[in-house]
């Protein structure tokens, strides 16, 4: 069956950085666009960023363009979140997803988004 599993998350500090890992299984993982999102305490899920099946045209929120990347390993099944400077506004659950084959373009709506991990949990302390 499908499994997505995050990785990577923890306690750290205004301005550090964190990467955190998705690994996938139970599907064609190279034929999917592959997100990631976060919900912080009493809020709804807000979109981080994505990446289509290729790993070109990575796209991100607003919030986190220019100190977030996002990547993907077909060959390892794995996605990727790197995060840099990171603030205490950053602080949620993170949960990576894998957006519906049916929809033709790429996503930033977790309605969109079928499947999703049980997330990983970053606080961030100042």
């Known amino acids: 069956q499908v499994r997505l599993v995050e990785s990577g998350g923890g306690l750290v500090h205004t301005g550090d950085s964190l990467r955190l890992s998705c690994a996938a299984s139970?599907?064609?993982?190279?034929?999917?666009?592959m997100g990631w999102f976060r919900q912080a305490p009493g809020k709804e899920h807000e979109f981080v960023a994505r990446i289509d099946y290729s790993g070109r045209n990575p796209y991100y929120g607003s919030s986190v363009k220019g100190r977030f990347t996002i990547s993907r390993d077909n060959a390892r099944n794995m996605i990727y979140l790197q995060m840099t400077n990171l603030k205490p506004e950053d602080t949620a659950v993170y949960f990576c997803a894998r957006q519906r084959r049916d929809l033709v373009r790429p996503s930033t709506y977790p309605s969109d988004f079928g499947r999703w991990g049980q997330g990983t949990q970053v606080t961030v302390s100042s």
């Open positions: 139970g599907y064609t993982f190279s034929l999917y666009t």
